[in-house]
């Protein structure tokens, strides 16, 4: 049975434990990312792996005297996080021709590869060559992964729970950097070689995708798009848990059929009607970047031995910001599809502001170059970190991803969020390459730099973004895109909406 209820349709389904295996599964794509964004901030702190790679790093730590924001700015290391992510950047791309021209599932079995090949290649370097390599084969991993994974899940799963199975996502990211985290406490004690315990480790979860990618399913979108139609309408059977799915499978059918009729995906991207799916989904990702959470992700325990704690103080606080970050991007999972996502998103900005302009206020009158804070502001900075970490985690961190996949019709999908998933990495490579840098020569500055970015932020959602709670995908354009006061102007009576018209009459 189909019911409708106010802007949303729901179609008859269940929820099985092999639909909930699979969820579970492929959201392991993002705890792999999630431990490869945990883990560099404690690796760059460890000695033996300074010693080994950065010497200089290391004498210049070893210097008492030395400056509090400039200690770490090397740009060697600044490589080391960052090449990740511009080898996600670019691969990116061909990550999805081969999610639209094999499937999601093959594209999940090569990021799981690649996540294998580069835990191996880093735990096991003995030159910086083989340490860049590894890194960037991660990225590949990482690459091929964020751009399968969200729309695996948002593809498989029902229509009224779309927001919370994308969210997982996101809490699979959340709990694999905790568990970096909690991993780098353990083998920052482990001399010289804890390092290499900390890199290699990743083959865990790999391993746990790699499995997956063997037994989860193709998406039925993805097997009707690629012309296997009775295997389609079998999966979705066996994925709702109920035999009636023709409703759907109508629905997917009229979408592949429109997305096959676009041969070039991208260039039907530059149309002008494309151009606000597209203008939405890569400001929410370059937006989320400049929030700053991941100058707080990798490199939490340098800004936290920055204020003044040792090394072991500064991964506890990592952790506990770990443990706030994964807690509440549960919040999300409940808000998200109630209060929508302009609410959750501009309630954050107030947030983050406040505690990036207070946690700026207290370095800038507190900590100089060779001094540190006192042991209660110390911890009133690692408080208001959390407060900051914990308004992203419902907001702009799972919402960077869920709006992207959710607000690009299926001819253009993967190649759009192509390109949300590459503005993403873009400017994670950005802050990678420069936040130390940027410590060095803004000082607390930085701080407020980022949280005048959160004022821009706040106004594009207040004007530009609208609400797609409840939306189902293929009726954003009517329902959301045509309703806006300025992206109307973008939308006319085009080609699709005239083919759309004509499959849904035949
Ligand atoms: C972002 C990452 C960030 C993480 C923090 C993700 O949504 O894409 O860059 O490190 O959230 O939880």
Redesign the pocket.
Known sequence: MTTTEGNSVKFESRITFYVVLCWILAAFGGLM??YD?GISGGVTGMDGFLIKFFPNVYKRKLRAKEDNYCKYDDQYLQLFTSSLYLAALISSFPASKVCTKFGRKPTILVASVFFLLGSGLSAGAHQMWMLILGRISLGCGVGFGNEAVPLFLSEIAPVEYRGAVNILF?LF??IG?LIANLVNYGTSKVHPWGWRLSLGLAAIPATGLFIGSLIIPETPTSLVERNHEEKGRKTLKKIRGVDNVDPEFEQIKVACEIARRVKHPYRSLMKLSSMPPLIIGIMM?VF??FTG??AI??YAPILFQTVGFKNDASLLSAIITGLV?VFC?VVSIYAVDKVGRRLLLLQACVQMFVSQTAIGGILLAKLNATNSLPKGQAWVVVVLVCVY?SS??WS???L??LIPSETFPLETRTAGFAFAVSS?MLF?FVIAQSFLSMMCHMRAGIFLFFAGWIVIMGIFVLFLLPETKGVPIDEMKERVWKKHPIWKKFMGDDADDRAKKTIEMS
Do not use: C, L, Y
Request: glycine letters at 12%; a neutral charge.
């Open positions: 990312f999630g964004i996101q990211i959340t950097i990702q989320q970047q959470i991941n992700m990798f970050n991007t970490v992203f985690a702009w961190g799972p960077g991803w993403n994670t």
